[in-house]
């Protein structure tokens, strides 16, 4: 996923393994009862270090709040911060 600013523009990117964009298949979905979007790797890259930081504490105050729906997900906010999809 690519983001610009001012307005953030979302483009249909993705990153391989290699970390190198490629297209997003828009219809990869699961197929069961529950329907969701199959996984995707994704780069954000904040504007600046104030920025960082905040989407950090926001994250980890989001994390603690969806706790209670842990077994919903494999993904985990120590997973996201130990292994960014950055280059």
């Known amino acids: 996923m690519h983001l610009e600013s001012p307005r953030a523009k979302v483009t249909t ?6 970390g190198k964009e490629v297209k997003l298949d828009i219809f990869a979905y699961t197929e069961s009862e529950n329907t969701r979007p199959e996984a995707f790797r994704a780069r954000f890259t904040p504007r600046s270090e104030s920025i960082r930081r905040l989407i950090l504490e926001e994250a980890t105050e989001a994390r603690e709040e ?3 729906y842990d077994g919903e997900t494999k993904v985990k906010m120590e997973d996201a911060i130990n292994n960014p999809a950055m280059e």
């Not at 990117?13 to 290699?18: G, I, P, Y």
């Open 66 to 68: 969806l706790r209670i």
């Open 13 to 18: 990117l993705t990153l391989n393994k290699q």
